[in-house]
Structure formats: structure tokens, C-alpha cells
């Protein structure tokens, strides 16, 4: 009887753990929402998420966070147009090209790269790449470029973990049949085995997406960090991200609940990526 | 356009393995000269910069936060997988809200943070606030980690212990759990890594103070922050590099041990 009751209160003790997720991830969207939806209501939404000015210090302040939105959208875009085909490309290499043994050695440095602090990512670009990009474009060599190259270098580990995972899971059926066909090893894999593939690599870029959009420390360093408009390529930007970090230190009051609403804004986005994620890695099993 | 294709896909992979040997070998080569044994100071002065008390820190606010999030961690693995009947709605639940957290950004944890349990619960700037936000921040790869090591057991092994009338605890904890350890191990430890690798998180839960911790309520930093703090002065570039350093032969230690265990894993199934 006792070994019951033990049984019965140790499946409670599961449950309760199991439980502590969910509670985390309602008190994170609680106090994130709580902490910055009354100034978005106060503020009005469309001041808030178009205006262009963001100038905390003036009287009156101005909160607009459309340059950061759009820093964050340019940084992420620059990332996925260079991670995204570098990325698929080398799970390809990993998963058809590569003989056992060099996978071997290989497999754990994509694991590596991805548990490598970001800002190791972000002292070596402001050390290595800020200077090129400098000597390149002039200006201070903190631009989108920059940012993009650096955060196409971080996104790389989550697109080729995985997308070589999916385009492992691809029947070897599919292969066979398309070279019975008379189809080459290559065309193959690029006409038949990617394509079958499609939905766990667009989950792998939609993870990606997610992860540039969200780095803060090493962006931080190299994005130039100016609260305007972007004004090219080869100009500073700011980042959602950012912006919270850089200002929250000595932020006071009306100042800090619109950082609170800016990390509103980015969490909106993560969810929506997120949800993303999901429909799309459910498709993918169905 | 055979040849193209592979001259690609060489290309693609040359360049991402071409930039990670890149970045480990230049913070390498800069940082290992400059170590010093003044880097290793019990206390941190402007002048010797010590990232000691960083060390101690971090090695602090990993072992509080793997402590916490472990138990709880490993317990949702038992009872998502051993417990939980199939098309349990709870289970459906549990499982976004671990996606969802592992997906959440770091600055994201940190405000968090810093709202609950910095301001809320009044712990200011302290180890215990970085540890409670660094244990959620870990949680899903726990979960996740331990939830693949039990769904890898053979279940024809639970089935034998129920045979010779062991209860479902006994199973669990005397059957089930020591095959799955290396798995759940490999999860930790990779937790370690991303602990230690936190940056945005710990700056407003943690704080930023110089000196080793002396007790939970008191504030400290990690290497990484202590790193990030270094570089945005712009005046330390050198203890920069060889804080890199320390990182670096962490993060790989760390990684060569998950990896391990993880072929232990493999080879057991």
C-alpha cells in the first residue's frame, strides 16, 4: 500500500515538473504584455510601430520604431540571402557528398558552431570583418553589411542541422528510382532529393529567421547601432533587439515601458514565426 | 552541370567549415598570448582585469540553474513519455509551450526577467534572478533531450521489468533511466554551453558587478558578459581576446563530451 501512495505521489511530482513550462511561458507573455501594452495603448499602436522618429530624449519624446523594425527586417533578410543557400548546400555536402569518415569530424563542428557564444561571433566580426567591410566601403565599417554577413555566419549551424536531418529522411527509394532513370548522382539530389526535402528545409530557414531575429549581443557590436531610418547598406542600423539592450540601462519611466513595448513588438514577431514553424513541420509529417 | 552542382555544394560547405576553423583559430592565436597570469587574480582591479571572478561566477550560476532546471526538466521527460497516454491534450500543450520557449530570444528572457523576478519578486540584480531566468532559458533542451534518450529505450525492456513485477517507478528510475543517461547527460551538458554562452539574458537579471557573488542576493557576471562588457569599452581589447579564449576551450570541452555521450547513445540502441 505505501509503495502505492509512493507511486501515486511521485506521478504527481511529474506532472507538477511537466507542468512548469506552460507556467513559464504564461507569466513570460504576462509580464512582457502587462509590462507593454498599456504604453502602446497610450502611445496609439500605429504611432508606435510606424513612426519614424525615435527620440526618447526630446520633449515631447518621440517613440517611433519603424527604423528598428526595418533594421531588424534588412539584417535578416541580408542574412538568409547569404546563410540560406551556404546552408542548404552544406547539409547537401554532409548528407550525399561526404564519405563517412570526414562526417565523422565534421557532424560535431556544426554542433560546435552552433553552441559557440554570440559573442564570440560578435567580437570577431568587430575585429575581422568591421575593418574589410571599412576598407571596402569606408564609413565606420558598422553597417547592414556588416550585420548581415555576420548573422548569416550564426543562422548557418540551425539551417544545416536541420536540413540535413529532413534531407536524410527523404526514402532512398526516391533516389534509387530517379537514377534507374538514367538521372546522375547530382541531378539526382538537386531535382529529386531536395525538392522531397522542401518542407523540412523551409522549417530549417523559418528556425533561421527566428534566430537572426532575435540575436542581440553580437549584432550589437557590429550594426552601428544608430536610431534612424536605414539609409543604405553601407549605414548603421539599429535592431529591435538592440535598441532594448543599448537603452535599457538608464531608461526610466515612459522610456522604459516603450523598450518593454519594443520587446512586445519583437516577442509578436518570434510567436508569429514560431506558429509558422509549426504549421509548416506539420505539413512536413503529414 | 554535374560538375557545377558539386563544385557548389564543395564551395558551400567550404566556406561555412572555412569560417568556423577561421573564427576559433583567429580568437585562438590573438587571445593565448594574452594570457596573463594577472587574468587570474582572486579580485578584479582596473588595472589587472582580472576574469576570475567571472569564472567563479559563471561556474556558480551553472551549477545553481542545471540544479534547478534539471530535476524539473528530466520529471516533464518522464512524464511526457512514460506517463502521459497517447492524444493526451496536456501532453499536445506542453510540448508547444516548450517550442515556443525554445524559440523565445535571449534579450526576451532577459526583460523577463528582470520584470519578474528582479523588480516583481524584489530580488534586484542578483545570482538568484540570473539562475531562475538562465533555468527556464535551459529547460526545453533538457526536456527535449531527455524526452529522445527514453523514446530511444527498447520498450521490450520496460515490458521485462513489469514482467518480473517491478512497479512503474522502479522501472523508470532501476531500467529505463540508466540507459537513457547518456542521452539526458548529453542535454545538460549542452545546457552548460548555452548557459555559459548567455549574454543578453543574464545583463538585467544578473547584473554586471566585478566581484565573485557572496550570496544569492548578490550581483556578479559570467565570462561571456564580462567579455561583451569588455569589448564595448573598447579599451581591453587584449583581455577581450584571451576571455575568448577561456570561452573557447569551454564551449569545446563541452562539446566534445556531448558528442561523446552522444555516440555512447547511438551505440547502446
Given at each position: 500500500?505505501?509503495?502505492?501512495?509512493?507511486?501515486?505521489?511521485?506521478?504527481?511530482?511529474?506532472?507538477?515538473?511537466?507542468?512548469?513550462?506552460?507556467?513559464?511561458?504564461?507569466l513570460?507573455?504576462?509580464?512582457?504584455?502587462?509590462?507593454?501594452?498599456p504604453?502602446?495603448?497610450?502611445?496609439?499602436?500605429?504611432?508606435?510601430?510606424f513612426?519614424?522618429?525615435?527620440?526618447?530624449?526630446?520633449?515631447?519624446?518621440s517613440?517611433?520604431?519603424?527604423?528598428?523594425?526595418?533594421?531588424?527586417?534588412?539584417?535578416?533578410?541580408?542574412?538568409?540571402?547569404?546563410?540560406?543557400?551556404?546552408?542548404?548546400?552544406?547539409?547537401?555536402?554532409?548528407?550525399?557528398?561526404?564519405?563517412?569518415k570526414?562526417?565523422?569530424?565534421?557532424?560535431?563542428?556544426?554542433?560546435?558552431?552552433?553552441g559557440?557564444?554570440?559573442?564570440?561571433?560578435?567580437?570577431?566580426?568587430?575585429?575581422?570583418?568591421?575593418?574589410?567591410?571599412?576598407?571596402?566601403?569606408?564609413?565606420?565599417?558598422?553597417?547592414?553589411?556588416?550585420?548581415?554577413?555576420?548573422?548569416?555566419?550564426?543562422?548557418?549551424?540551425?539551417?544545416?542541422?536541420?536540413?540535413?536531418?529532413?534531407?536524410?529522411?527523404?526514402?532512398?527509394?526516391?533516389?534509387e528510382g530517379?537514377m534507374a532513370?538514367?538521372a546522375?548522382?547530382?541531378?539526382?539530389?538537386?531535382?529529386?532529393?531536395?525538392?522531397?526535402?522542401?518542407?523540412?528545409i523551409?522549417?530549417?530557414?523559418?528556425?533561421?529567421?527566428?534566430?537572426a531575429?532575435?540575436?542581440?549581443?553580437?549584432?550589437?557590436?557590429?550594426?552601428g547601432?544608430?536610431?534612424?531610418?536605414?539609409?543604405?547598406?553601407?549605414?548603421?542600423?539599429?535592431?529591435l533587439?538592440?535598441?532594448?539592450?543599448?537603452e535599457?540601462?538608464?531608461?526610466?519611466?515612459?522610456h522604459r515601458?516603450a523598450?518593454?513595448?519594443?520587446?512586445?513588438?519583437?516577442?509578436?514577431?518570434?510567436?508569429?514565426i514560431?506558429?509558422?514553424?509549426?504549421?509548416?513541420?506539420?505539413?512536413?509529417?503529414? | 552541370?554535374?560538375?557545377?552542382?558539386?563544385?557548389?555544394?564543395?564551395?558551400?560547405?567550404?566556406?561555412?567549415?572555412?569560417?568556423?576553423?577561421?573564427?576559433?583559430g583567429?580568437?585562438?592565436?590573438?587571445?593565448?598570448?594574452?594570457?596573463?597570469?594577472?587574468?587570474f587574480?582572486f579580485?578584479?582591479?582596473?588595472?589587472?582585469v582580472?576574469?576570475?571572478?567571472?569564472?567563479?561566477?559563471?561556474?556558480m550560476?551553472?551549477?545553481?540553474?542545471?540544479?534547478?532546471?534539471?530535476p524539473?526538466?528530466?520529471?516533464?521527460?518522464?512524464?511526457?513519455?512514460?506517463?502521459?497516454?497517447?492524444?493526451?491534450k496536456?501532453?499536445?500543450?506542453i510540448?508547444?509551450?516548450?517550442e515556443?520557449?525554445?524559440?523565445?530570444?535571449s534579450?526576451?528572457?532577459?526583460?523577463?526577467?528582470?520584470?519578474?523576478?528582479?523588480?516583481?519578486?524584489?530580488?534586484?540584480?542578483?545570482?538568484i534572478?540570473g539562475?531562475?531566468?538562465?533555468a527556464?532559458?535551459?529547460?526545453?533542451?533538457?526536456?527535449?533531450?531527455?524526452?529522445?534518450a527514453l523514446?530511444?529505450?527498447?520498450d521490450g525492456?520496460?515490458?521485462?521489468?513489469f514482467?518480473?513485477?517491478?512497479?512503474?517507478?522502479?522501472?523508470?528510475?532501476?531500467?529505463?533511466?540508466?540507459?537513457?543517461?547518456?542521452?539526458?547527460?548529453s542535454?545538460?551538458?549542452?545546457?552548460?554551453?548555452?548557459?555559459?554562452?548567455?549574454?543578453?539574458?543574464?545583463?538585467?537579471?544578473l547584473?554586471?558587478?566585478?566581484?565573485i557573488?557572496?550570496?544569492?542576493?548578490?550581483?556578479?557576471?559570467?565570462?561571456?558578459?564580462?567579455m561583451?562588457l569588455?569589448?564595448?569599452?573598447?579599451?581591453?581589447v587584449?583581455?577581450?581576446?584571451?576571455?575568448?579564449?577561456?570561452l573557447?576551450?569551454?564551449?569545446?570541452?563541452?562539446?566534445?563530451?556531448?558528442?561523446y555521450?552522444?555516440?555512447?547513445?547511438?551505440?547502446g540502441r
Amino acid at each position: 500500500m505505501k509503495t502505492k501512495s509512493f507511486e501515486k505521489f511521485m506521478e504527481i511530482i511529474f506532472l507538477i515538473s511537466a507542468s512548469m513550462s506552460i507556467v513559464a511561458i504564461i507569466l513570460i507573455c504576462l509580464f512582457i504584455f502587462a509590462g507593454g501594452i498599456p504604453f502602446i495603448s497610450e502611445y496609439g499602436l500605429s504611432n508606435f510601430l510606424f513612426g519614424t522618429i525615435w527620440k526618447p530624449s526630446n520633449n515631447p519624446a518621440s517613440y517611433g520604431i519603424l527604423p528598428m523594425i526595418l533594421g531588424s527586417l534588412y539584417v535578416t533578410v541580408g542574412a538568409i540571402i547569404l546563410g540560406v543557400p551556404i546552408g542548404i548546400m552544406t547539409a547537401t555536402y554532409l548528407a550525399k557528398f561526404c564519405n563517412k569518415k570526414l562526417y565523422k569530424i565534421l557532424k560535431p563542428c556544426i554542433n560546435l558552431m552552433a553552441g559557440i557564444p554570440s559573442i564570440i561571433y560578435g567580437f570577431f566580426a568587430l575585429t575581422v570583418l568591421v575593418p574589410i567591410i571599412r576598407n571596402i566601403f569606408g564609413g565606420t565599417g558598422m553597417n547592414i553589411i556588416t550585420a548581415s554577413i555576420l548573422l548569416g555566419i550564426m543562422i548557418l549551424p540551425t539551417i544545416i542541422g536541420m536540413s540535413e536531418a529532413s534531407i536524410r529522411a527523404v526514402p532512398g527509394s526516391y533516389y534509387e528510382g530517379s537514377m534507374a532513370l538514367g538521372a546522375s548522382h547530382e541531378r539526382t539530389i538537386v531535382s529529386v532529393m531536395l525538392p522531397a526535402a522542401k518542407s523540412g528545409i523551409l522549417s530549417s530557414v523559418i528556425l533561421g529567421i527566428g534566430r537572426a531575429i532575435g540575436e542581440t549581443m553580437a549584432v550589437i557590436l557590429v550594426a552601428g547601432n544608430q536610431a534612424r531610418m536605414p539609409a543604405g547598406l553601407t549605414k548603421g542600423v539599429r535592431t529591435l533587439t538592440t535598441n532594448i539592450v543599448i537603452e535599457m540601462a538608464y531608461a526610466a519611466d515612459t522610456h522604459r515601458e516603450a523598450l518593454i513595448a519594443t520587446a512586445v513588438v519583437l516577442f509578436v514577431f518570434i510567436l508569429i514565426i514560431n506558429g509558422l514553424f509549426m504549421v509548416v513541420k506539420r505539413r512536413g509529417l503529414n | 552541370m554535374n560538375k557545377f552542382i558539386r563544385f557548389i555544394v564543395k564551395l558551400s560547405a567550404i566556406i561555412t567549415f572555412g569560417a568556423l576553423f577561421f573564427i576559433i583559430g583567429y580568437i585562438l592565436l590573438k587571445g593565448i598570448p594574452n594570457i596573463r597570469p594577472d587574468l587570474f587574480q582572486f579580485k578584479y582591479t582596473t588595472s589587472n582585469v582580472s576574469l576570475f571572478p567571472a569564472m567563479i561566477t559563471t561556474l556558480m550560476l551553472v551549477a545553481l540553474a542545471l540544479l534547478i532546471a534539471t530535476p524539473i526538466g528530466v520529471f516533464t521527460g518522464f512524464y511526457l513519455v512514460e506517463y502521459a497516454k497517447k492524444g493526451n491534450k496536456l501532453v499536445e500543450i506542453i510540448r508547444m509551450a516548450t517550442e515556443t520557449l525554445s524559440g523565445i530570444p535571449s534579450i526576451v528572457y532577459g526583460l523577463f526577467g528582470m520584470l519578474f523576478f528582479v523588480i516583481k519578486l524584489g530580488f534586484q540584480y542578483s545570482l538568484i534572478s540570473g539562475t531562475l531566468t538562465a533555468a527556464i532559458m535551459v529547460l526545453p533542451l533538457i526536456i527535449r533531450s531527455t524526452e529522445e534518450a527514453l523514446l530511444s529505450v527498447d520498450d521490450g525492456l520496460r515490458e521485462a521489468s513489469f514482467g518480473l513485477g517491478a512497479g512503474k517507478l522502479r522501472t523508470i528510475f532501476l531500467v529505463v533511466l540508466p540507459v537513457a543517461m547518456p542521452g539526458i547527460l548529453s542535454g545538460v551538458i549542452l545546457s552548460i554551453g548555452r548557459i555559459v554562452g548567455e549574454t543578453a539574458a543574464l545583463m538585467f537579471t544578473l547584473g554586471t558587478a566585478t566581484k565573485i557573488p557572496n550570496s544569492l542576493l548578490s550581483s556578479g557576471r559570467t565570462l561571456s558578459l564580462h567579455m561583451y562588457l569588455l569589448s564595448t569599452e573598447g579599451m581591453h581589447v587584449n583581455e577581450s581576446f584571451a576571455t575568448g579564449v577561456i570561452l573557447l576551450v569551454i564551449i569545446l570541452i563541452i562539446n566534445g563530451l556531448a558528442n561523446y555521450l552522444g555516440n555512447k547513445l547511438t551505440k547502446g540502441r
